[in-house]
């Protein structure tokens, strides 16, 4: 029997997934919340309610943390070390550090040569403000977040320094500024398993101006062009994670990425699709655990 655990938040819903897909195959279910862990540095040991994690199989992460934030990098700077001493993980804990942050995802995104909308990253209000007067309509980015979860949009005009100094105050020292693209009203999820297309949904939005669940959007099923398959597969190569979404709009000026997900998603497939991502997320881990390399 493989003891794979699942990292993730208890109680939630695409953690307690995963968890129920792993324990349909193998008979074992593990959920590991990373505030309940402790590493030994003189051993390497990671230990979880009395479980060493380095005698497991493998761990899955699912989520690293209730919210985004910095602290996620500490917890993924442990799952590196077993890593590094020999536990599989999957995704590899770099490769999640390097997508979890906005900014490094970005940077990651643009040295790849990706299409991406024109983005301004400052610490001045002052070029915060000439980034939304030359863009005319902007969407300030907190660099940890999901789901739109504290973005706001500011557009050119008599507020638009109080609003900036507003944001800015709510915990966003460095503000990543990006031009407000003219949208169809969706963008696409495109999902990628071990490097391999599984499939894409559309998030249709209600009249907000962002597609986001949280905001009222709709899962649709939706078939893209091979050229959108084809650049978001490129996009996805860039951080070699084993479940990932990629992030795109098709706009005017040609198809745009936003962002590669760092854990990527079950509910979109499921609802626009009907495929259950995390049978298949499962099955890949299984297949693997026992030839990867740390």
């Not at 403000?129 to 300030?140: L, N, T």
Request: hydrophobic share 40%; charged share 25%.
């Amino acid at each position: 029997m493989k003891r794979i655990a699942v990292i993730g938040n208890p109680g939630s819903w695409s953690t307690e997934k995963l968890a129920d897909a792993f324990a349909a195959k193998t008979g074992f279910r593990c959920v590991v919340d990373m505030s309940r862990v402790h590493m030994n540095l003189e051993t390497g040991a990671l230990w979880f309610d009395g479980q060493d994690l380095s005698r497991f199989d493998a761990l899955t992460v699912k989520k690293i943390g209730p919210a985004y934030s910095p602290d996620m990098q500490d917890r993924l700077s442990m799952l590196e070390l077993l890593n590094r001493n020999g536990t599989p993980v999957f995704s590899k804990p770099c490769a999640i550090l390097t997508a979890l942050n906005r900014l490094s995802c970005t940077v990651k995104l643009r040295a790849g040569d990706m299409p991406m909308p024109p983005t301004v990253i400052t610490e001045s209000p002052e070029q915060a403000e000439q980034a939304v007067a030359d863009f005319g309509r902007a969407v300030f980015k907190p660099l940890y977040t999901s789901k739109a979860r504290g973005m706001e949009v500011i557009e050119a005009g008599a507020a638009c320094r109080e609003r900036i100094s507003r944001f800015q105050s709510r915990g966003n020292p460095v503000m990543y500024v990006q031009k407000m693209l003219t949208t169809p009203g969706k963008d696409l999820g495109i999902v990628f398993l071990g490097g391999e297309y599984l499939g894409t949904y559309a998030r249709q939005s209600n009249g907000a101006w962002n597609t986001s669940t949280s905001s009222g959007g709709k899962y649709k099923p939706y078939a893209p062009s091979r050229e959108i398959i084809d650049l978001a597969w490129r996009a996805q190569d860039l951080f070699e994670l084993d479940f990932t979404c990629v992030d795109i709009m098709e706009t005017e000026d040609g198809p745009m990425i936003f962002e590669v997900s760092a854990f990527g998603g079950f509910r979109g497939l499921l609802e626009a699709c009907s495929l259950d991502a995390s049978v298949h997320f499962a099955d890949h881990v299984l297949r693997r655990c026992d030839h990867v390399s740390p």
